[in-house]
């Protein structure tokens, strides 16, 4: 079955960008989308946003001026970049699969593992 | 944006329990719902999608209903694993957004 797996660093300065990768095994990356949500310590969940087919995009407006996702189908992997990051970005990171139907909406399912993401200088 | 909003925020419980979560949308999502659940250091599984579909794998003690604004997620008779935090997620509409957790303790 399809597995997910973020990797990144894990501490990032205040102003600049947080970069992860989520590497997809166990299935394909074409023809899915494939979503970043994001849960600061102790607190709820966010969704960051899509991509779809390489170049299909959705972001959620509260990040979208310093968010950017892209897909590398070669290496079956998709990124996340964060800019100008401060301290409020601090979180575990989730890459997850969004499935999406036609008649039943979407849901994410499989999620990786997490990587906690530490914003400080 | 669509509020979702679950209550309680959280909950005692001992095994054996019949134990029901309520999700309120501010807007009506038709049957657009999800339920995961998240256990401390996890991320979060899939439990319920599209208000009442139960996922997979996932045991039949756990059910959603509801549509339009008013959702819920009952488990019909708590088991030690099921002690975690319960979320609703709606997709009627982007951005895709979750309630705040229902956290599940034991009594």
Redesign the interface.
Known sequence: QVQLQESGPGLVKPSETLSLTCTVSGGSINRNYWSWIRQPPGK????IGYIYNSGNT?Y???LKSRVTISVDTSKSHFSLELTSVTAADTAVY?C?RQYT?T????????????TLVAVSS | DIQMTQSPSSLSASVGDRVTITCRASQSINSYLNWYQQKPGKAPKLLIYAASSLQSGVPSRFSGSGSGTDFTLTISSLQPEDFASYYCQQSYSSPHTFGQGTQLEIK
């Open positions: 709820g969940l966010e969704w959705n959620n407006p509260s989730y997850a139907s008649w039943y909406g979407s849901w994410f399912d499989p999620w990786g593992q997490g």
